[in-house]
C-alpha cells in the first residue's frame, strides 16, 4: 500500500501532489504494523446473508482488518437468525468499541421511506453516530446508513415515489485524483442502486457552498452519490457499491410484484459484472484511509474477537426476541 523510497527519488514531488504514499527507508524501519478494528453496525435484512458483501472487497486488502459486528439492541432482527447474531454480533454499548474501532460501517436498511420519528432504532443508532464521531472514529455510510449520516449532519432526505433500482453510470467528480478514496476510481463507472431515498441535488450543492460535504460522484440518472465532510471523517456513498449480481437479482425476484418497485435498469443477469473493480478500488480506498488517518495507539477495551466470535453479553442487555418491529 505504501512505496518505500530513497528521499531524494526525483518523483516524490509527483507522487506528494497526487497522494501516492511513499515512505522513506529510515521511516519505514521503524513501521509499527496493526489490525485495524472495523465496526460494521449491519441492519440489512438477512444480516447474515449479507455479511459476504461487505467483507469480500474488504478482504482484498492487504492490511488485517478484525471485523467486529455490532447490533441495535433496540431493532429486532427479524428476518436474521438470532443464534448467529448471538455468536457473531456485539452490542454498541456492552463491547464498549467505540473509541478503539479504526471505523465504521453503517449498512442499509429498509427504512429509507419511513420518516425518522417511525424508525424504532433511530434513537439509538443517532446517538451511536454522535459518540464515534465525537470520537474520532472515521464512518462510511452506505444506502440508507448515508441518509443517517447526512441527517447528522442536518441534511434532509427525499422521499421517492417509485424506487432507484439498477445499474446507474456514475461520473467520479474527483478531476485531480488527489482525493484519499476516490483517486482510484476509473472517471466513470457503474454502480447498484437500491433505494427509495435520497438527497436533492440542490440540497447537497448548497452544502458544498457552506463546506459541510465534499461532493465526490454524480449519476446523471439520479444525483450525487458519494459524498463526504472536508476533514474525510464521514464518508457517504447512497448506492450499493458492495452488490453483487446475485443481490440485485434477489432483490428484483423478491419485490417483482410491488407496482413501485421496477425492474432493475440497465442490468442483465446474463451480463458479466462490470463493476466488481471499481467496488475494490473503493473499499480498499477507504480502508487504506482508515489506516492511515487513525493513529497507532488506541484506547484500552478494543474486543479480540477470535475467528469472529464474541463474547455473549448478559442477558439483560439484549432485547427480548421478536417483541421490537422489524
Known sequence: MTLRLSPDYPLLDAFDRHHVNWISEEAAERQDFRPLYIGILNIMPKAQEYEYNLLAPMGRSILQIVPIWIRLVTHAYKSTDHAHLDRHYLPFDWAQTVAALDGLIITGAPVENKTWDDITYWPELSRIIDVAHQNGTLLLGICWGALALAKHLGLEKTVYPRKVFGLYETHNLDVTHVHPIMSGLDDVFLCPQSRFSGIADATLEQAAREGKVRLLAHAPEVGYVI????????????????????????????????????????????????????????????????????????????PRAIGNECPVPPADDLPPTGDLPS
Open 227 to 302: 459524498f463526504d465532510t472536508p476533514d474525510g471523517q464521514l464518508t457517504m456513498h447512497l448506492g450499493h457499491q458492495e452488490y453483487n449480481s446475485g443481490r440485485i437479482l434477489a432483490e428484483a425476484r423478491r419485490d417483482a410484484s410491488r407496482p413501485d418497485v421496477p425492474p432493475p435498469v440497465h442490468f442483465n443477469p446474463d451480463t458479466p459484472n462490470t463493476w466488481r473493480a471499481n467496488r475494490n478500488v473503493f473499499f480498499s480506498g477507504w480502508i487504506k484511509h482508515v489506516y492511515l488517518t487513525t493513529p497507532y495507539q488506541k484506547p484500552a477495551g478494543t
